[in-house]
């Protein structure tokens, strides 16, 4: 009799099976967020509803700054290139949201063509009417970047409210839109003008629930002295700290995004190293790109969750015939009681609530009769999605990683630096002498043969005790040391010769000086002697 309610279970019990995370995540949303969503007007108080582009696109990245600060500089940089409808001076000289992605031919498709391609994740932009397409373009071309990434360059944040109010559309829902579908947020700040404006604080406000995908670069850095860096460096960071309330610190890179001499070459290991840190974070984001969706989904969801319930409390306290209008005005102004209530009866983390003024602007304009009782099932089902479904898509984000070969970002800059003498750091630490003929250890052999013949060696050795009395007079950890033995150990008899006994010296060195020590002992390091060993 009652057989469609075993059926029911089951179905709950068993999550979905997919084959891959992309058709996975389509099929999770349309069939069980999407329903929720439209039941209960999502769409119009928060985010229009996801397409097919949305899960399948490439990774985007999003540049953000003030005019000037170098945004398109950078574009051209990471992309050793230039790209159709570029433009690049010390006025604001990009007006548009420009979407750099790979193409067959150069060209650029204007933003109302834009937004009626399937292919591209962008149809949605619709909504923000003429004013705002045609300030938006694609720009496509051929290049290995783009192959991996897309990167979209947005005009340049002005100050001032005359300015704010004369670009037709509202530019930091715009910046959310972006920013909800984006894998990368990149805000840029010019060493010469950390003055925040207005605009870029409500900008940077519009992105608080994206803190996770946002970096910021510190461009122009070689034109300012060190001392000068270090107080730019603390004022930018004092500045970010008021702006975005949280406790952890935004990743800040300092560097010189561009292809022309450094100005003030002092600082050039740090900028080398920042660019480095920031190349292995871009690079990481094909590989990363699937649990990103993933995540980017589960916060819709616990969003949409909190939404059905907020819409479905304001039905259940309108009353059916007279007073409405007035009851609306009540029910906005408590909207904050209503939040609360909400957190209490349903165990609802804060940080999960839309922003209160926001919602409370929203629903103004809303007719309340119409708005949804509560449906128990449609939560239900999301719940069930969250609860299971996710944990299988989870699983196979880990399968399609590990089955497919390290993805990365390749071509233009990231090109570059990875061989040759010009990679970060070669030629220092446990590279140096790597192109010399002699053994580079050999420089300092003779003050280490003094040592080694004060250690009371046997048949051309000494024991292990005995090396490590000299070695923790290094004051480096056991584990540093521990290390250190393993590489310098090279026949690994458990002892060393004065080849070997250098050698460990040498590392110690290179630690001392603050480089890094190989997994691998490179075979420039190895002793002349061993050299046959090995092969």
């Excluded at 390749?410 to 030629?427: D, Q, R, S, W």
């Excluded at 003929?437 to 050795?461: C, N, Q």
């Excluded at 590392?507 to 050299?531: F, M, Q």
């Amino acid at each position: 009799m009652f057989s469609w309610l075993g059926t029911d279970d089951r179905r709950r019990k068993d999550p979905e099976v997919f084959q891959t995370v992309s058709e996975g995540l389509k099929k999770l949303y349309k069939s069980k967020l999407l329903p929720l969503e439209e039941h209960y007007k999502f769409h119009e108080f928060h985010s229009p509803a996801l397409e097919d582009a949305d899960f399948d696109n490439k990774p985007m990245v999003l540049l953000v700054g003030q005019y000037s600060t170098g945004k398109t500089t950078f574009i051209r940089y990471l992309l050793e290139q230039d790209f159709p409808g570029m433009r690049i001076g010390p006025e604001p000289t990009t007006d548009s949201f420009i979407a750099v992605m790979q193409g067959d031919v150069e060209g650029i498709v204007p933003g109302n063509a834009l937004v009626v391609d399937p292919k591209k994740p962008f149809r949605k932009l619709n909504a923000f009417g003429n004013a705002f397409l045609n300030r938006f373009v694609c720009a496509q071309l051929p290049n290995p970047v783009l192959e991996s990434i897309s990167v979209i360059d947005t005009p340049g944040i002005l100050s001032g409210e005359k300015q704010r109010i004369s670009r037709g559309y509202d530019f930091a829902a715009v910046l959310e839109w972006f920013a909800e579908r984006v894998d990368r947020i990149i805000l840029l700040f010019d060493a010469h003008k950390l003055d925040i404006s207005d605009e870029f604080s409500e900008v940077i406000k519009a992105l608080k629930n994206h803190e996770d995908k946002m970096r910021v670069v510190l461009n122009k850095a070689d034109q300012i002295e060190t001392q000068q860096l270090m107080r730019v460096y603390g004022a930018l960071m004092w500045s970010l700290g008021k702006i975005v309330n949280t406790p952890e610190v935004i990743r800040v890179y300092i560097g010189s995004f561009w292809s022309h001499p450094l100005l003030i070459p002092d600082n050039r290991k740090l900028f080398e190293a920042e660019e480095q840190d920031l190349f292995r974070d871009i690079q990481s984001l094909p590989r990363n790109a699937a649990l990103r969706k993933l995540n980017d989904l589960i916060k819709r969801a616990r969003l949409a969750k909190v939404h059905a319930y907020i819409i479905s409390s304001l039905k259940k306290e309108m009353p059916s015939v007279f007073g409405k209008d007035n009851k609306k005005k009540e029910l906005v102004n408590n909207l904050g009681d209503i939040y609360a209530r909400i957190e209490r009866e349903h165990q609802i983390s804060p940080g999960d609530f839309p922003n209160l003024r926001k919602m409370q602007d929203q629903l103004q304009a809303q007719d309340f009769s119409k708005f949804q009782p509560l449906k128990s099932r449609l939560l239900e089902t999301v719940e069930d999605m969250l609860a299971n479904d996710i944990a299988q898509l989870m699983v196979l984000v880990r399968q399609e990683e590990s089955q497919r070969p390290t993805q990365m970002v390749k071509g233009g800059a990231f090109e570059g630096t990875l061989h040759g003498p010009f990679g970060h750091g070669y030629g220092e630490g446990a590279g140096e002498g790597i192109d010399d003929a002699e053994w580079v250890v050999a420089r300092d052999k003779p003050m280490y043969d003094e040592i080694f013949y004060t250690l009371s060696p046997v048949d051309g050795k000494i024991t292990g005790a005995n090396a490590k009395k000299e070695m923790v007079r290094s004051k480096l950890p056991n584990t540093v040391l521990g290390k250190i033995w393993k590489l310098a150990d090279i026949d690994k008899d458990g002892m060393l010769d004065d080849e070997e006994f250098a050698l460990a010296n040498h590392l110690i060195k290179v630690k001392l000086e603050g480089h890094e020590l190989p997994n691998e002992l490179p075979s420039h390091l190895l002793p002349p002697s061993k050299r046959k060993i090995t092969e």
